[in-house]
């Protein structure tokens, strides 16, 4: 089936730093969505982007749209302690209706 | 508003024995998703609803799972029998009419099979 392929899987970073996360695809999508999910708790949506080449901010996180429509990145600047969690991309292919396909996400770590 | 409700929030049973999860999107939303998540596979679509009908359910694991939406307020995801290999977080996720509409995720409700 279909796949994203969602880098690094986890990242060790100090407080302050910023962070950069990436989904790459074989397909051409024409959503991308960012979640974040918290343990114990289901994902939260951080960002959508709805057209190629689109960039979005949401406080210190930015989100952008791949020209090629097979991409999108997240970057979180000047993370805190409470970035911690895992980070989803998320994808919805062209006439598949409301199904998104997930990448195996991101663990992010902060140390204060 | 509240957010996409699901119970119960956590759940063990032995293996061989029915288990039923529940679900209550949020209101207005014409789409209903069941996702389940795992260290190894991580958040696969088992199967989603729009206005109550099942659309694609070419996820669903067997036929030891199904799932209803008997209204536009309530689903149940049922495992019979369950196996140890069930055990997992279940996500149910609800959006609105369009497709291009984002997912709004509830809970989750934890299943260990023992």
């Known amino acids: 089936g279909q796949q994203l392929n969602q880098s690094p899987q986890s990242m060790f970073i100090q407080e302050g730093e910023d962070v950069s996360m990436n989904c790459t695809s074989s397909?051409?999508?024409?959503?991308w969505l960012w979640y974040k999910q918290d343990p114990g708790e289901g994902p939260v949506l951080l960002i959508a982007?709805?057209?190629?080449?689109e960039l979005t901010s949401n406080g210190r996180l930015t989100a952008q749209f791949g020209i090629t429509r097979k991409d999108s990145f997240l970057n979180i600047s000047a993370s805190i302690p409470s970035d911690v969690g895992i980070y989803f991309c998320?994808?919805?292919?062209?006439?598949?209706?409301?199904?998104?396909?997930f990448g195996q996400g991101t663990e992010l770590s902060v140390k204060p | 508003d509240a957010g996409v409700i699901q119970s119960p929030r956590h759940e063990v049973t032995e293996m061989g024995q029915e288990v039923t999860l529940r679900c209550k999107p949020i209101?207005?939303?014409?789409?209903l998703f069941w996702y389940r998540q795992t260290m190894m596979r991580g958040l696969e679509l088992l199967i989603y609803f729009n206005n109550n009908v099942p659309i694609d359910d070419s996820g669903m694991p067997e036929d030891r799972f199904s799932a209803k939406m008997p209204n536009a307020s309530f689903s149940t995801l049922k495992i019979q029998p369950s196996e140890p290999r069930d055990s997992a977080v279940y996500f149910c996720?609800?959006?609105?009419?369009?497709?291009?509409?984002?997912?709004?995720f509830g809970p989750g409700t934890r299943l260990l099979v023992l």
């Open positions: 996720a609800s959006s609105r009419t369009s497709s291009g509409e984002t997912q709004y």
């Open positions: 982007l709805y057209k190629a080449g």
């Open positions: 209101s207005g939303h014409d789409y």
């Open positions: 998320a994808g919805r292919l062209y006439n598949q209706g409301g199904k998104l396909i």
């Open positions: 397909s051409i999508f024409n959503t």
